[in-house]
């Protein structure tokens, strides 16, 4: 997407800098908290999409240059761990662990009835922004498996009739 630049004479471009998006101005803040200092990218990283929902491609440049890294060691960062999302998250991001104790109650066909229920794969977002649908691995309440996350808030013994019971009233919540 090109920036239109104003001009000041035909032949003399007003070479102002673009302003920065929101995103950007988040990502400086932080990056400045943590003394700009390169070994505190992770925490970096996570403050930011906690401030923002997301890391936005747009954003990496910005962090490399505060962090004085190449955008590929960002990049890389940003791309090795699943916790970091790249797109802005659903309303609501319902976690649904695929560890060994879940598996074995039966977590692969929640998944699947997730998957058609709110018609977003594992680790994307629904068409109309709803949900986001993220697979973990482990929750820590094994002796309730198979088990979700949605916000703050752990659900046990989840089957897809009570998955649809939980999504029910997260609808209601929204509509309220």
Same mark, same amino acid.
């Given at each position: 997407m090109a920036k239109k630049v104003a001009r !000041? !004479? $035909?032949s003399e471009p007003n070479l102002a800098p673009p302003?920065? /998006?929101p995103a950007e101005v988040a990502a400086l803040a932080v990056c400045a908290r943590h003394g700009n200092k390169p070994s505190e990218l992770m925490e970096i990283l996570h403050e930011l999409q906690h401030q923002v929902g997301y890391i936005p491609e747009h954003v990496l440049p910005v962090l490399a240059r505060a962090l004085n890294l190449s955008r590929a060691e960002v990049? @890389?960062?940003?791309t090795f761990y699943h916790d970091f999302r790249r797109e802005p998250p659903g309303r609501h991001v319902i976690k649904i662990c695929r560890a060994e104790a879940c598996q074995s109650m039966g /977590?692969?066909? +929640?998944c699947q009835h997730a998957e058609r229920k709110l018609g977003a794969p +594992? @680790? /994307? /977002? %629904? =068409? $109309? @922004? #709803?949900y986001s649908v993220e697979a973990v691995y482990c929750l820590g309440n094994c002796a309730l %498996?198979? #088990?979700i996350l949605? @916000? $703050?808030k752990l659900y046990g013994k989840v089957d897809p =009739?009570?998955?649809d019971d939980i999504v029910a009233g997260l609808n209601k919540e929204t509509a309220a």
């Open positions: !000041t !004479t $035909d302003v920065p /998006t990049h @890389g960062v940003v /977590t692969e066909q +929640l +594992l @680790g /994307t /977002t %629904s =068409k $109309d @922004g #709803a %498996s198979p #088990a949605i @916000g $703050d =009739k009570r998955f």
